[in-house]
C-alpha cells in the first residue's frame, strides 16, 4: 500500500482552527464504540467490526479529503479548481462518494453506502483496493436486518464528530482504533486471538528486536497489523520507514482492517498484502524470497490443514529442516520465518505455543537444527492466560543472524511465567512486567529462578529440550529432619487441646455449657 502526499510545499500552510472537544483517545474510543449500539439487535456483536470498521474508515477519509481541500484553498487564494487537483490529496474521492453526500440520502441508506465506498475503491485501485469491499459479510442494503432509519442514525451519530488529520494526532485516531479492535477481541473471544495479540506483548517483541529506522520490518502473520504499528511507533515514525513496512495475512477482512490500522496510526507508504504466506508468499526477489532485518509474528498456533505436503517439496527451501505433518504448523512458520531473516544483521521475534520448546519427532528435529544454528539467542516462557481465546501457554523465541560476540553458543532462557497481573477475566502484563521480562534478557546473566543462560553443548546433553524449567536454578528449600517434623506436629497437637481447654472453661465459666 503506497500513499504519498504530492502538491506544493505545506509548511507554510496554516491548519484549521478546529475546537477539539475531545482530546484523548479513550473518549473517542467510546464514541466510536457508540456505532455498535445503534447495530445492536440486528447485528451480531461477532459482526460489529465489520460493520463499524469501514464505516469509520469511510468517514476519516472524506474527513481527512475535506482539510486537503481547505489547506489548498488556502494555499492557492482560493481556487477552487487547483484545491480539487488529485495531487493535492492521498486518495481520491468521486463526485457522488464523499460522506456528506450518503448523509443527504434518506431512502436506501444502505445502497448508498454501498455505492460510495465501491466509488471510493474504484478511484483508489492502487492504496484502497479491498478495503471496504473486503467485509463481505456486512449485509448494507438488507433493509430486514438494517433499515434506513438505523442507518441515518448511524451516520449522523458518526457526522457529530469528525475525525481528519487535525482532529485528532496519528496515535490519538490510532490508539482509539486500537481500543476498537480490542473490544471486538473481547466480543469475540473464539476467533479474536487470529487476528489481536496483547499490545504489551507486541511491546516486548519489538523492544526485543530494536528495529532501527532505515530498516526493513516484515509480519508474515501480520492480523491487524499491531505488530508493525509498533515498530513504527518503536522508531518514532521516522521518514527513513516509509517503503520499508511489510505484512501478509490470510484473512482477507482481516489484511482490510490491517492497512486501515496502519493509515489511521498515520503510517506512510507500507505494504499489506492479502494472502496463504505458507502456501505462497507474496514477497519475492526473483525466484527467492524477499528477506527482511526483522521479522516479527503472532502466527496461528498448531495450524491444522496447512499446506505440509507442499511444503516438502518448497519452491523457496523453507523445508531446510525436514518434513512436517499437516496436523501442526508451528514449526513451518518457524522455518519461514528464518529464511525471511537477513543473512547478514535479520533478528525474528516469534510468538509460539510453548509445545515447540520440547515436543519430539520432527519437531525435535527442527528445534535440534535450530539449536545447532546458534541463531537463537533467547527463549522467553509467558504466563498463561494472556492471550484470547486460548488456554495454551506462550513463548517468545528471539532469533538473531548477527549475535554479539559474548552471546555465541549460548542461549538465554527466561522463565517470565510469574511475571504478570492478575485481572478477573484474563492476565496481562503492565508496562512495568514487560519492563522486567526485558531487564531479564538484557542482562544476559544467571538469576536463580527467573534466567539461566545455558550452552549449545548444555542443550545437546539434555536432548535439545528448551523447556525453561529444565535449566533454571531454583532456589535451595530448607532440609527439615523428620525428627523435627514430628516434633512440630506434636507440639502443635499440644497447643491444640490446651486451646480446647480453654475454650470450655470458659464456656462454663459463662453458663453457656453444663
Known sequence: MTQKIKGKNRKNSKKPAIEKEETTSQKLFSHIFECC????????QDEYKSYVTPILFFKRLSDVYDEEIKEALEISGGDAEYAA???NHRFVIPQGCHW?????????????????????????????FGVFS????????????????????LVEHMSSIRVGNHDYSAD??????????????????????????????????????????????????????????????????DRLTYGRIYGQEKNLATSAIARMNLFLHGARDFQVT?????????????????????????????????????????????????????????????????????????????????????????????RKQLVLSDKLECVITLAGGIFYSTGVSACILLLNNRKEESHKGKICLVDATKIYTPQRAQNILEDADVETIFS?????????????????????????TLAVNNYIEKK??????????????????????????????LLEEGGYVH
Open 100 to 128: 456528506n453526500d450518503v448523509r443527504e440520502v434518506s431512502m436506501d441508506v444502505g445502497s448508498a453506502i454501498v455505492m460510495a465506498m465501491n466509488g471510493v475503491e474504484r478511484a483508489n485501485p492502487d492504496t484502497l
Open 440 to 464: 531479564l534478557y538484557k542482562k544476559y546473566e544467571n538469576v536463580i529462578e527467573k534466567v539461566h543462560i545455558v550452552t549449545i553443548k548444555e542443550v545437546e546433553e539434555k536432548g535439545y
Open 172 to 237: 490519538v485516531m490510532g490508539d482509539a482504533y486500537e481500543f476498537l479492535i480490542k473490544r471486538f477481541a473481547d466480543l469475540s473471544k473464539k476467533n479474536a486471538g487470529e487476528f489481536y495479540t496483547p499490545r504489551p506483548v507486541v511491546r516486548l517483541m519489538v523492544m526485543l528486536l530494536s528495529p532501527k529506522p532505515g530498516e526493513t520490518v516484515y509480519d508474515p502473520a501480520a492480523g491487524t497489523g499491531g505488530m508493525l504499528i509498533e515498530a513504527i511507533r518503536y522508531m518514532k515514525g
Open 476 to 505: 535451595k528449600q530448607e532440609v527439615v529432619s523428620p525428627a523435627e517434623v514430628r516434633k512440630q506436629y506434636f507440639d502443635a497437637l499440644e497447643e491444640v487441646y490446651r486451646a480446647e481447654e480453654r475454650m470450655k472453661r
Open 37 to 44: 449500539n445503534i447495530l445492536r439487535g440486528p447485528i451480531n
Open 274 to 366: 492479502q494472502g496463504d504466506t505458507l502456501r505462497s508468499p507474496n514477497y519475492l526477489e526473483g525466484e527467492r524470497m524477499k528477506t527482511f532485518d526483522c521479522v516479527i509474528a503472532n502466527p496461528p498456533f498448531s495450524l491444522k490443514n496447512w499446506g505440509a505436503d507442499q511444503f516438502a517439496s518448497d519452491d523457496y527451501g523453507r523445508n531446510m529442516w525436514g518434513h512436517l505433518s499437516d496436523s501442526n504448523g508451528d514449526c513451518a512458520w518457524l522455518q519461514h520465518m528464518i529464511k525471511s531473516m537477513n543473512e547478514e544483521n535479520g533478528r525474528c521475534a516469534v510468538v509460539l505455543p510453548q509445545g515447540v520448546l520440547f515436543r519430539s519427532g520432527q519437531e525435535g528435529e527442527v
Open 134 to 153: 473486503s467485509f463481505d459479510d456486512a449485509t448494507w442494503t438488507d433493509k430486514a436486518k438494517l433499515t434506513d432509519e438505523r442507518l441515518k442514525n
Open 85 to 87: 487537483f488529485p495531487e
